[in-house]
């Protein structure tokens, strides 16, 4: 069965990945326009892909422990998911400026008044340089620093965990599930020989 698994994963092209990616935002797009995200769409399409990225964000950390412990591998996505992330963060931004605040003055009171959407804004200025450098020509030229750049996608989660965390309000148990997630990485990472060596 696990060979099966397997064979049926190495056949997905990546470009498939991309392409359900896309598809996501779009469909929330196209949920807003035509009233399908309830009273408050702008809120719900702002909050939806900025958790559907920290998600895929986690999902990328987590493709190296599943495949010590199952054997299946999922590395050849992990460059897809991570740029989705990054894409999905972006759009996260770009809602809450253009559709959600839409006042200029505004925008940088908030991000100094309000740590969480400081804590946010770090975070994705983080994954900028990881971005840009996701791509061959980038693993060729930087060599070992390039893996020691795209370690900071560890503290990218935990920035975007606790601004999920901060910015839910009254007690749901969805954060917490997060941030334990998270933890658990960073635990696994540990174990295995540190967070940046």
């Given at each position: 069965m696990n060979g099966l698994?397997?064979?049926?994963?190495?056949?997905?092209?990546?470009w498939l990945v991309y392409v359900l990616g896309v598809s996501y935002p779009l469909w929330l797009l196209w949920q807003g326009v035509t009233g399908g995200l309830g009273v408050d769409p702008v809120k719900v399409m702002e909050h939806s892909l900025g958790k559907a990225g920290l998600q895929l964000i986690i999902a990328g950390l987590v493709i190296t422990p599943l495949r010590n412990v199952t054997g299946i591998s999922l590395i050849k996505y992990?460059?897809?998911?991570?740029?989705?992330?990054?894409?999905?963060?972006?759009?996260?931004l770009l809602v809450w400026l253009v559709l959600d605040v839409q006042i200029p003055s505004q925008i940088w009171g908030d991000i100094i008044k309000r740590p969480y959407i400081t804590i946010g804004m770090a975070g994705l200025l983080l994954m900028i340089p990881l971005a840009i450098t996701s791509n061959n020509w980038s693993v060729r030229k930087l060599g070992r620093r390039w893996k020691t750049l795209h370690k900071l996608t560890y503290v990218v989660v935990v920035l975007g965990t606790v601004h999920y965390f901060m910015q839910v309000k009254g007690f749901h148990p969805e954060p917490y599930i997060y941030v334990a997630v998270v933890?658990?990485?960073?635990?696994?990472?540990?174990?295995?020989?540190?967070?940046?060596r």
């Open positions: 698994l397997k064979t049926a994963i190495r056949r997905i092209p990546v992990r460059r897809a998911i991570g740029l989705l992330a990054f894409l999905y963060i972006c759009l996260h933890l658990g990485l960073l635990a696994s990472r540990a174990k295995n020989g540190g967070m940046f």
